[in-house]
């Protein structure tokens, strides 16, 4: 999806050429990149942006000024991407902890398509490190729209459903959406929100918002006055005191008070950022250390019960011991890994194992319908062992179209029984679904309980395609500080709900947060307890406050919603899945339970002196304008990764990639093809033969096509011979 969308826009900047801007230009016509330069990455979306959407190449022109251009024939398919020209950003960005809340704010004109034309708009928001979005709305002269989450029940009742390519994830941190019919010459005026993680390394907390604008967005009329400005507002939580070593912007400090810092940029700009926006802020300690924030609930919470937060920092690991670690990487290799998948799997299998220390062991499982064995026992991390282990990965092992997961996992698990004095760690690796998960989930979760004091870890990735986030994945898991914690205080009192059901292993690779809700009074003493790298035991004490100024249940929101929904799932509990569902709609935060809809709601126009209400404003009258009573709906794709689908992963397709068919519509396609089917072949159906041809080549299609041509052709010569014997 994200190559169609790259080269789509490669299209529309070939296109945008046409359009002229007059001689008083700021900048060139976008130009597409030389061969030899030119990267998919590139047309992908650095910052947030909005692109026409062209499927008529005959509505491209300056809506300002009309060029007449020479008439175009035919049509695009898939359609062209024009990006928008923008005339003004706002990012404001709240940062609590590890977690930040973002804000867009901005104004974009169809500067591309004529006045008297019309376009869809698509707007792309990339977002930060484990980006969720939690919202966009947008202002048209006549129009508004926004996105809202609804009951999964509620949803079922929505006709007007959007296609795929109108909302949905074109990767992991880029999320799409599709206005319909805007204008040409109409101002866009839009706000985007979502939230996103800071990174952490070495004491310092690292925040990135992507908001790097290219050259083609900025206006080209030098007169269009172009203001950026960043809000940076930071609440280091239980960090006392904020010390910020690099900034990306000239930011002049508005406030400061303890762990509470305000940042701010402002300034008229000949063209938009060049760079995103990074901030980073030291928290750094000598040893681990953690406190605790208490919180009391809103009146809108239909939970009453007490918020806490627990955080623990690594704190400098320079000097101290680390865990001894074994490790066993269990790789799924069947037919539908093939490809990309699984190449992407050994790379990052070869930069984690070039992270492990020589005292380290470790071993490789891969399987399909059988199981092979890099080696019969666990394998000491030299360079020649991680050499021959890589060689062993890029040979041919024989793939099957079945995935048996448990026998891997039971022969990992009994190859880790014997490791005492160190860290034992599985990291599963597949792209889908097997028809035996809750079982597999069951016997895993017995074992662990039954696992002795530094029981095997187990670490689950579902591939998307990304080493990067493959290898952070496994250094964090290689990075273990603090194991087998435990607080004492969760364990005598039992008004306090913990939202995990064991706690993690702390990483010198990140914070640890634990959340929860507690009825009555909170201990007035907290203590962590756990063990280090030397297998010695240690005891922190954590100072507990009043959150001031930050919103636990906001901050908790999307960690509680991920452990509540896998709770539902592995228990089929319907009351789990209500409460994850409440928890989204409160939050915004999208779940397996909620759907994302599209609202759009109607202007109408009213005169301040009269009554009277009109569809169409007069130039220079004191007007106001007014939302309709009854906004329309759209019902978005499923936006979520989903539990799991055996055809979608026999066939390698993406979640959420299939479009849904109305119910009439699925009826009158069984309808027309119920008759033809049986006279045409015995083995298959027009609405096979449709969904086959929708996914051949250009020229497969030619050939096809100039086959059946051939063919219809002896068929006429033959059946003129039957009916003019004489004239041969």
């Known amino acids: 999806m994200a190559e169609d969308f790259a080269r789509a826009v490669e299209d529309g900047l070939k296109l945008g050429k046409r359009i002229y801007m007059g001689k008083d230009r ?113 202002d048209l002269p006549t129009k508004s729209y926004s996105t809202e989450l609804i009951g999964v029940e509620e949803s079922n009742g929505i006709q007007n459903i959007a296609r795929p390519e109108d909302g949905q994830f074109l990767k992991p941190h880029i999320f799409t959406l599709t206005i319909p019919k805007i204008d040409g010459g109409t101002y866009i005026s839009m706000k985007l929100h979502w939230s996103q993680k800071l990174s952490y390394n070495d004491g310092k907390f690292t925040l990135t918002v992507p908001f790097n604008f290219p050259e083609f967005v900025t206006p080209a009329i ?179 179209n079945g995935t048996n997961m448990l026998t891997p996992l039971q022969k990992a698990v009994e190859m880790l029984s014997s490791t005492p004095g160190s860290i034992p760690m599985v990291f599963l690796v597949t792209d889908g679904t097997v028809e035996d998960e809750r079982k597999i989930c069951e016997w895993m979760d017995k074992r662990m309980k039954n696992g002795g004091s530094l029981c095997p870890r187990i670490h689950t990735l579902g591939i998307d395609t990304i080493d990067s986030q493959m290898q952070k994945l496994f250094s964090k898991g290689l990075s273990t500080v603090l194991a087998n914690i435990t607080i004492d205080a969760f364990d005598d009192h039992e008004q306090i709900e913990v939202y995990s059901s064991c706690i993690p292993d702390l990483s010198s690779e990140s914070p640890l947060t634990i959340c929860g809700r507690c009825q009555g009074s909170f201990p007035d003493t907290l203590k962590a307890k756990g063990i280090l790298g030397d297998l010695s035991h240690v005891i922190i004490d954590l100072k507990i406050e009043k959150a001031m100024n930050i919103s636990l249940d906001k901050i908790s929101a999307r960690q509680q919603i991920d452990l509540l929904t896998a709770q539902a799932w592995f228990s089929e509990n319907k009351q789990l899945e209500e409460k994850v569902a409440k928890l989204s709609l409160r939050t915004c935060n999208i779940s397996e339970y909620t759907r994302m809809i599209l609202l759009e709601k109607g202007k109408i126009e009213r005169d301040t002196d009269t009554t009277e209400a009109r569809k169409v404003p ?30 979608a992963t026999a066939e390698n397709i993406c979640p959420g990639s299939e479009e849904e068919i109305l119910p009439e519509v699925a009826e009158m396609l069984n309808k027309a093809t119920s008759n033809c089917c049986g006279r045409l072949c015995r083995h298959c159906c027009c609405l096979c033969c449709i969904r086959c041809c929708s996914k051949m080549s250009n020229q497969c299609s030619i050939l096809l096509t100039q086959l059946c041509g051939a063919v219809a052709c002896v068929g006429c010569s033959q059946l003129c011979a039957l009916c003019c014997p004489q004239e041969g």
């Open 222 to 400: 030098r007169q269009i006055p172009k203001k950026e400005r960043i809000q940076l507002n930071v609440n280091s939580g239980i960090a006392s005191g904020i010390v910020y070593q690099a900034v990306s912007h000239p930011f002049q400090e508005s406030k400061r008070n303890g762990g509470h810092i305000g940042l701010l940029y402002e300034a008229n700009v000949m063209t938009w950022s060049h760079t995103d926006l990074s901030f980073s802020y030291g928290v750094s300690s000598g040893n681990i250390f953690g406190g605790a924030l208490l919180q009391s609930p809103s009146l809108y919470d239909i939970d009453q019960r007490d918020m806490f937060c627990i955080c623990l920092f690594p704190g400098s690991q320079q000097g101290k011991k680390v865990f001894r670690k074994e490790v066993i990487f269990v790789v799924d290799i069947s037919s539908s890994m093939r490809g990309r998948s699984l190449e992407s799997t050994k790379n990052a299998i070869n930069t984690a194992l070039s992270k492990l220390s020589p005292e380290d062991s470790f071993n490789i499982i891969a399987f399909s319908d059988e199981t092979f064995l890099y080696c019969t026992s666990m394998v000491l991390a030299s360079e020649e062992s991680i050499e021959n282990a890589s060689e062993w990965m890029s040979k041919e092992h024989s793939e099957g």
């Open 618 to 647: 007069k130039k220079g009258d004191a007007c106001k304008l007014l939302d309709s009573a009854e906004p329309k709906k759209i019902l978005l794709q499923i936006l979520t990764v989903g539990f799991g689908d055996l055809l």
């Open 26 to 138: 700021a900048v060139q016509p976008p130009k597409p990149l030389p061969l030899m330069e030119r990267s998919m990455h590139f047309y992908l979306p650095s910052a947030p942006m909005v692109y026409a959407v062209i499927s008529d190449p005959r509505i491209v022109d300056n809506p300002d000024i009309p060029s007449y251009q020479p008439h175009v024939h035919g049509r695009l398919d898939p359609p062209a991407l024009i990006p928008l020209q923008m005339n003004g950003v706002n990012l404001d960005v709240d940062c609590y902890g590890d977690s930040a809340f973002v804000q867009v704010s901005g104004m974009w004109r169809v500067h591309c398509v004529m006045r008297s034309r019309s376009c869809d708009c698509r707007i792309a928001v990339p977002m930060g490190d484990e980006g969720s979005i939690l919202g966009v709305e947008i």
